[in-house]
């Protein structure tokens, strides 16, 4: 079974603050995903990577997939209060028919 | 934005009563999943499908069944509610490609009392 693993589970931070969000794994992954959840609504895809190393640069936000693919992490520069949500990591099992969820980083950005 | 609705959105239902959930999709994605997500388990999958008439478990199976008869609708039901079946239900579909990206509708929050 592949499990990630999301740390922290809980950040409350100000304005302006910049912050990184993990996702390990002991598996390899062929690619992993990031969501963001608001409250009330589902989980919108925000960035797939795929290849080991590389970055991926969505406006404030970073993410990176180590170089081994299993583990993957979101830096976000300056964040802001529309930054606050649940950011989920997953990724797919080896025969590619289902996600493996982490349980998710809750992040609040205070203004 | 794969044109996923889940109806209804709000629902309470009682013990024992039968509850059915549908999924329905605009962009005729082949693979079609129903999520829960509760407090301190995050997302948990309960069933999918990968075609028409195709279906199977997930990780969190009992209690639930699903089924399809076109490919743009995925229903999911409690045949006799339990109050652990209390929960946010999402569904999501994926289309083809290899980055197994997920599109996720907008839940649908059933109590059971």
């Known amino acids: 079974t592949q499990l990630l693993e999301q740390s922290p589970q809980f950040l409350s931070i100000q304005e302006g603050e910049n912050l990184t969000v993990y996702c390990n794994s002991s598996s390899v992954f062929s690619s992993l995903q990031w969501y963001r959840q608001e409250p009330g609504e589902g989980p919108v895809l925000l960035v797939t990577?795929?290849?080991?190393?590389e970055v991926k640069k969505l406006k404030r936000l970073t993410f990176q997939f180590g170089d081994a693919r299993k583990d993957s992490s979101l830096h976000i520069t300056a964040a802001q209060p529309g930054d606050t949500g649940l950011y989920l990591c997953?990724?797919?099992?080896?025969?590619?028919?289902?996600?493996?969820f982490g349980g998710g980083t809750r992040l609040m950005v205070k203004p | 934005d794969a044109g996923i609705t889940q109806s209804p959105r709000h629902k309470v239902t009682e013990t024992g009563t039968p509850v059915t959930l549908r999924c329905h999709q605009t962009e005729n994605h082949r693979y079609m999943y129903w999520y829960r997500q509760d407090p301190g388990h995050g997302l948990r999958l309960i069933h999918y499908s990968y075609g028409v008439k195709d279906t199977d478990k997930g990780e969190v199976s009992d209690g639930y069944s699903v089924s399809r008869s076109k490919t743009e609708d995925f229903l999911l039901t409690l045949e006799s509610a339990t109050s652990s079946q209390t929960s946010v239900y999402f569904c999501?579909?994926?289309?083809?490609?290899?980055?197994?990206?997920?599109?996720f509708g907008p839940g649908t929050r059933l109590t059971v009392t």
């Open positions: 990577v795929v290849t080991g190393g």
């Open positions: 997953a990724g797919p099992n080896n025969a590619g028919n289902m996600l493996t």
């Open positions: 999501a579909t994926r289309g083809g490609g290899l980055t197994y990206e997920q599109y």
